[in-house]
């Protein structure tokens, strides 16, 4: 799903955070996993599907 958003979305930088290695890296916002975080909130708690990304990605309003 990173690499799809990638693609779909250059402009948005996406990370993936494995807790089992960064188990603090989550901070109190990640309770489940996978959980989608944008700007310090969750977004989605487990996978969206793609139609569910691609409405939420089309949602945002990004520069450049």
């Given at each position: 799903m990173a690499e799809w958003c990638r693609e779909v979305e250059?402009?948005?930088?996406?990370?993936v955070v494995d807790l089992s290695v960064e188990p603090d890296a989550g901070g109190?916002?990640?309770?489940?996993v996978p959980t989608y975080?944008?700007?310090g909130q969750a977004i989605f708690l487990g996978n969206p599907s793609?139609?569910?990304?691609?409405?939420w990605l089309d949602s945002l309003e990004l520069e450049g």
């Open positions: 250059p402009r948005l930088d996406v990370q109190n916002l990640v309770f489940a975080a944008y700007s793609p139609q569910e990304l691609k409405t």
